[in-house]
């Protein structure tokens, strides 16, 4: 059974930084993409950016160059660090791995930016 488990959640003003962990247990296949989804209050999720296993990556155009993806194979962990940001990135963030045709989440941690 696969289970994943976020961390790094939090408060910050605008223009401060967070980072966000997410690490994975359980039968994960090689080749897979991990990623991050927001969800804002009233709003449906959305893709935040992914990484595949050979670190191709994708970013939502709302966070092009300021936030960054990265993953540790050898750990099964993804992190994304958020940098530059603002009140509309206030959400709850999710952890997401697809493999096998499959996709499973974490739990959400929420990320809150002041103005």
């Known amino acids: 059974q696969v289970q994943l488990v976020e961390s790094g959640g939090g408060l910050v003003q605008a223009g401060g930084s967070l980072r966000l962990s997410c690490a994975a247990s359980?039968?994960?296949?090689?080749?897979?993409?991990m990623g991050w989804y927001r969800q804002a209050p009233g709003k449906q999720r959305e893709l935040v950016a992914t990484i595949t296993s050979g670190r191709s990556t994708n970013y939502a155009d709302s966070v092009k160059g300021r936030f960054t993806i990265s993953r540790d194979n050898a750990k099964n962990t993804v992190l994304l660090q958020m940098n530059s940001l603002k009140p509309e990135d206030t959400a709850v963030y999710y952890c997401?791995?697809?493999?096998?045709?499959?996709?499973?989440w974490g739990q959400g941690t929420q990320v809150t930016v002041s103005s």
């Open positions: 359980g039968s994960i296949f090689r080749f897979n993409a």
């Open positions: 997401n791995l697809f493999m096998g045709g499959n996709s499973y």
